[in-house]
C-alpha cells in the first residue's frame, strides 16, 4: 500500500460548486498532515496545514480522521483560480523522508 | 529576497553526460531538498541535507550526488545521466524546526536522449 494516496481525478467543477478531496495514509505513527498546491508547471506551494481539530481559512476547510487515517479539503465556492493539482503531504517521521507527497488530486474550475 | 532559485530552467543532455543542477536560497534556511517529480509519480525525494556540512539519502537517490556548499546552496550532480532521469528536478528549502513549510524554487526540466 502507498503511503499517501490520492484520487488523482480531474475534477471538473463550475464556478460556485463545492468540492471535496480525500487523502489517505498508510502510516498510523504520522504526526502531521498539510496540503499543498501546484498550478501547471510551476513548483507546490503550501495551502494549508491540518489539525486534529480541523481547520479553516476563507473558503478552504482542512479535517483529519486519524481513526480511519483520511485528510480530507473542502474547497467552497469554487473560483476559476483554483484551478491547481493539490498535493497531501505527510510527515512520516520514518527513514530519510521528511514529508511523503502523494501524487495529487487535480482540480479544473469551469466558468 | 528571491527565494529559491536554481540553474539552468531547462537542460538536454545525452545519456552518458554529466551536469550539475544549482540551488540556492536567500531565506537563511538550515534545511534544504532535491525532488524530482514524473507524471503519475508525484514528488520524490532524492537528497536532503538537515544542515550545512550534513547530507541525507532519500527515496531515489541512485545515480546521483550532491554538495551542500554553504548554508546557501545545495547543488545535484547526475554523473551519467540516463534517460530515466528525465524529469522535473525542484529544489526546496526550510527553517528549522518546520520542516513542513518546504519554500521550492521553480525547477529544472531535464530531459536525456
Known amino acids: 500500500r502507498k503511503e499517501v494516496e490520492q484520487d488523482p481525478g480531474p475534477f471538473n467543477v463550475p464556478e460556485g460548486a463545492t468540492v471535496a478531496f480525500n487523502c489517505t495514509y498508510s502510516?498510523?505513527?504520522?504526526?502531521?498532515f498539510f496540503w499543498y498546491r501546484q498550478d501547471c508547471r510551476k513548483e507546490p506551494k503550501l495551502l494549508m496545514s491540518?489539525?486534529?481539530s480541523g481547520n479553516e481559512d476563507g473558503r478552504f476547510t482542512a479535517q483529519l480522521n486519524r481513526a480511519s487515517q483520511y485528510i480530507s479539503l473542502l474547497i467552497r465556492d469554487s473560483k476559476l483560480s483554483d484551478s491547481a493539482t493539490y498535493l497531501c503531504v505527510v510527515n512520516s517521521n520514518s527513514g530519510n523522508t521528511p514529508l511523503v507527497f502523494g501524487k495529487g488530486t487535480r482540480l479544473s474550475v469551469i466558468a | 529576497n528571491a527565494g529559491v532559485t536554481q540553474t539552468p530552467k531547462f537542460q538536454v543532455l545525452k545519456t552518458g553526460q554529466s551536469m550539475t543542477l544549482q540551488c540556492a536560497q536567500d531565506m537563511n534556511h538550515n534545511s534544504m531538498y532535491w525532488y524530482r517529480q514524473d507524471p503519475g509519480m508525484g514528488l520524490r525525494l532524492i537528497y536532503y541535507?538537515?544542515?550545512?556540512?550534513?547530507?541525507d539519502k532519500g527515496e531515489v537517490p541512485n545515480g546521483y550526488n550532491v554538495s551542500r556548499l554553504n548554508k546557501r546552496e545545495f547543488s545535484l550532480r547526475l554523473e551519467s545521466a540516463a534517460p530515466s532521469q528525465t524529469s522535473v528536478y525542484f529544489c526546496?528549502?526550510?527553517?528549522?524546526?518546520?520542516?513542513?513549510?518546504?519554500?521550492f524554487g521553480p525547477g529544472t526540466r531535464l530531459t536525456v536522449t
Open positions: 541535507s538537515a544542515s550545512e556540512g550534513t547530507t
Open positions: 502510516n498510523s505513527a504520522s504526526q502531521s
Open positions: 526546496a528549502s526550510t527553517l528549522q524546526g518546520r520542516a513542513y513549510e518546504q519554500y
Open positions: 491540518v489539525y486534529s
